[in-house]
Protein backbone atom coordinates (compact mmCIF):
# COMPACT_ATOMS: atom_id res chain seq x y z
CA UNK A 1 0.00 0.00 0.00
CA UNK A 2 1.35 3.56 -1.00
CA UNK A 3 0.73 6.70 0.86
CA UNK A 4 0.25 10.20 0.66
CA UNK A 5 2.67 12.90 -0.10
CA UNK A 6 2.82 16.26 1.74
CA UNK A 7 3.72 18.86 -0.57
CA UNK A 8 5.48 21.00 2.32
CA UNK A 9 3.31 23.76 2.24
CA UNK A 10 3.69 26.38 4.67
CA UNK A 11 0.71 27.79 6.60
CA UNK A 12 0.44 30.49 4.66
CA UNK A 13 0.10 27.93 0.98
CA UNK A 14 3.86 28.82 -0.16
CA UNK A 15 5.69 25.95 -1.02
CA UNK A 16 9.62 26.55 -0.43
CA UNK A 17 12.00 24.63 -2.50
CA UNK A 18 13.66 23.78 0.76
CA UNK A 19 11.14 22.35 2.00
CA UNK A 20 10.91 17.83 1.78
CA UNK A 21 8.36 16.62 -0.13
CA UNK A 22 6.93 13.84 2.11
CA UNK A 23 6.41 10.56 0.35
CA UNK A 24 4.61 7.33 2.92
CA UNK A 25 5.52 4.09 1.48
CA UNK A 26 3.47 0.83 3.68
CA UNK A 27 3.30 -2.83 3.34
CA UNK A 28 4.78 -4.68 0.45
CA UNK A 29 5.71 -2.28 -2.28
CA UNK A 30 5.31 -2.68 -5.79
CA UNK A 31 6.28 -0.75 -8.80
CA UNK A 32 2.36 0.26 -9.46
CA UNK A 33 2.49 1.68 -5.90
CA UNK A 34 5.78 3.26 -5.76
CA UNK A 35 4.99 5.07 -9.59
CA UNK A 36 1.85 6.39 -8.13
CA UNK A 37 3.75 7.50 -5.27
CA UNK A 38 6.59 9.02 -7.23
CA UNK A 39 4.23 10.87 -9.66
CA UNK A 40 2.56 12.57 -6.73
CA UNK A 41 6.49 13.97 -6.01
CA UNK A 42 7.43 15.09 -9.55
CA UNK A 43 4.59 17.15 -9.92
CA UNK A 44 5.51 18.97 -6.93
CA UNK A 45 8.59 18.76 -8.18
CA UNK A 46 7.90 20.16 -11.75
CA UNK A 47 6.18 23.38 -9.66
CA UNK A 48 9.25 24.55 -7.55
CA UNK A 49 11.20 26.92 -8.90
CA UNK A 50 14.10 25.21 -7.54
CA UNK A 51 15.35 22.06 -6.66
CA UNK A 52 13.83 20.38 -3.63
CA UNK A 53 14.82 17.55 -1.02
CA UNK A 54 12.50 14.68 -0.98
CA UNK A 55 11.76 12.44 2.35
CA UNK A 56 10.48 9.38 1.77
CA UNK A 57 8.69 7.53 4.94
CA UNK A 58 9.57 3.76 4.14
CA UNK A 59 8.89 2.63 8.56
CA UNK A 60 5.89 0.45 8.02
CA UNK A 61 7.02 -0.76 4.41
CA UNK A 62 7.62 -4.76 5.15
CA UNK A 63 9.23 -5.79 1.79
CA UNK A 64 9.71 -4.68 -2.31
CA UNK A 65 9.53 -6.31 -5.73
CA UNK A 66 12.42 -5.97 -7.47
CA UNK A 67 10.82 -4.10 -10.20
CA UNK A 68 9.92 -1.45 -7.76
CA UNK A 69 13.38 -0.96 -6.62
CA UNK A 70 14.84 -0.49 -9.89
CA UNK A 71 12.12 1.80 -11.16
CA UNK A 72 13.01 4.18 -8.02
CA UNK A 73 17.02 4.01 -9.67
CA UNK A 74 15.10 5.09 -12.35
CA UNK A 75 13.45 7.82 -11.39
CA UNK A 76 15.96 9.14 -8.93
CA UNK A 77 18.26 9.57 -12.58
CA UNK A 78 15.08 11.06 -14.12
CA UNK A 79 14.40 13.79 -11.84
CA UNK A 80 18.33 14.19 -9.71
CA UNK A 81 18.44 17.56 -11.23
CA UNK A 82 15.10 18.33 -9.31
CA UNK A 83 16.33 16.62 -6.63
CA UNK A 84 18.77 18.24 -3.93
CA UNK A 85 18.87 14.89 -1.99
CA UNK A 86 16.50 11.79 -0.61
CA UNK A 87 16.38 11.01 2.83
CA UNK A 88 14.53 7.22 2.93
CA UNK A 89 13.66 6.49 6.95
CA UNK A 90 13.56 2.57 7.28
CA UNK A 91 14.76 0.70 10.83
CA UNK A 92 15.62 -2.18 8.07
CA UNK A 93 19.62 -1.95 8.26
CA UNK A 94 19.79 -4.27 5.55
CA UNK A 95 17.62 -1.82 3.72
CA UNK A 96 20.25 1.05 4.36
CA UNK A 97 23.04 -1.14 2.15
CA UNK A 98 20.48 -1.53 -0.26
CA UNK A 99 19.56 2.45 -0.34
CA UNK A 100 23.58 3.44 -0.52
CA UNK A 101 23.76 0.89 -3.31
CA UNK A 102 20.64 2.80 -5.26
CA UNK A 103 22.66 6.07 -4.56
CA UNK A 104 25.51 5.01 -6.43
CA UNK A 105 23.25 3.69 -9.35
CA UNK A 106 21.36 6.50 -9.98
CA UNK A 107 23.93 9.11 -9.16
CA UNK A 108 21.65 11.00 -6.39
CA UNK A 109 22.59 12.02 -3.28
CA UNK A 110 20.64 9.51 -0.96
CA UNK A 111 21.04 8.16 2.50
CA UNK A 112 18.78 5.68 4.92
CA UNK A 113 18.00 6.64 8.38
CA UNK A 114 16.63 4.82 11.00
CA UNK A 115 14.83 7.80 12.50
CA UNK A 116 12.35 10.89 11.14
CA UNK A 117 14.13 13.77 13.14
CA UNK A 118 17.45 12.65 11.59
CA UNK A 119 16.59 12.45 7.95
CA UNK A 120 14.99 15.77 8.49
CA UNK A 121 18.19 17.02 10.22
CA UNK A 122 20.11 16.05 6.96
CA UNK A 123 18.06 17.66 4.61
CA UNK A 124 17.90 20.53 6.29
CA UNK A 125 21.90 20.69 6.48
CA UNK A 126 21.93 20.34 10.31
CA UNK A 127 23.69 17.21 10.78
Not at 23 to 28: I, K, M, S
Not at 39 to 64: F, G, H, W
Amino acid sequence: MAGAVDHGASPQGAVAASEPIHGVLRGHLTRAQLESVLTEIAEVLAKRPATSPVLLDCSAMTSYDLDARHAFVDWNKSWRSRVSQVAIVTSNRLYHVVIATMSLASGQNMRGFAELDAALAWLQGRA
